[in-house]
């Protein structure tokens, strides 16, 4: 399944990206609260776990405006704050669940299978945005039909721009979820993955999907 960290401690988040990558699910990590909700409403997660305390935005406050605009996500909050009043505070506002900080990471992963279940969906195998398709578990890619050649992280970079299509991907974005850099190391590492995943997926075809923003970063769609 397709997991949303929300998660400020950078030591944190990397013992729960850990955690639930080696339970085989796929992690993406926001750093505050702002992006965490931006990401929220615009991927496609099966469940989220939220810390209740982020800067910019709070995990309760999130959650509360996650429902209002129709998203059901499963969400679990994770927070230092769990007696009883702040319990029923985060549950009454949407969240699913709540776990006490700390905790066991058996315990995580019970409680994020356990809202995964119940929700009874099947996971996503494949994405297309326009004529572009990918094969999640055949790792391949197609556009009009031709089958694209495309490197390990190249396949990563397109899985997270058409899991994000129509959405202006930041920057930051690609660095925390596909090259899981929590800082900027000022190269043009994305912009030459950019290049030549531009190169594969539009030279040859008549309609480009890949376009810059300017001064945001880039969105995908047909």
Same mark, same amino acid.
């Given at each position: ?16 990206? $850990?955690? *639930?990558?080696?339970? /085989? @699910?796929? !992690? #993406?990590?926001?750093?505050? +609260? ?44 994770? $927070?230092? *704050?769990?007696?009883? /009043? @702040?319990? !029923? #505070?985060?549950?009454?506002? +949407? ?128």
């Amino acid at each position: 399944m397709r997991v949303l960290v929300v998660e400020d401690d950078t030591d944190m988040a990397e013992s729960l990206k $850990s955690s *639930l990558a080696s339970d /085989d @699910h796929q !992690v #993406e990590w926001a750093s505050d +609260g702002e992006t965490g909700e931006n990401m929220a409403l615009n991927g496609a997660y099966d469940v989220i776990v939220l810390d209740r305390m982020l800067p910019k935005k709070q995990g309760v406050s999130i959650v509360r405006e996650l429902r209002q605009k129709g998203v059901s996500t499963p969400v679990l909050i994770l $927070s230092a *704050l769990h007696d009883e /009043d @702040h319990r !029923v #505070e985060g549950l009454n506002a +949407g969240a699913n669940d709540y776990l006490g900080k700390p905790f066991s990471t058996r315990e995580l992963l019970a409680r994020v299978r356990s809202l995964w279940h119940g929700r009874g969906r099947e996971p996503q195998t494949r994405l297309q945005v326009a004529d572009l398709e990918m094969d999640l578990l055949a790792r391949t890619v197609r556009r009009s039909g031709k089958k694209l050649d495309l490197q390990p992280r190249e396949f990563r970079l397109l899985e997270y721009l058409m899991r994000h299509a129509g959405q202006t991907v930041t920057r930051k974005m690609l660095l925390e979820n596909v090259w899981d850099y929590h800082f900027d190391p000022q190269t043009n590492v994305i912009d030459v993955h950019i290049s030549r995943l531009r190169s594969k997926i539009d030279r040859d075809f008549a309609q480009t999907l890949l376009h810059t923003v300017r001064g945001s970063g880039y969105r995908l769609e047909g």
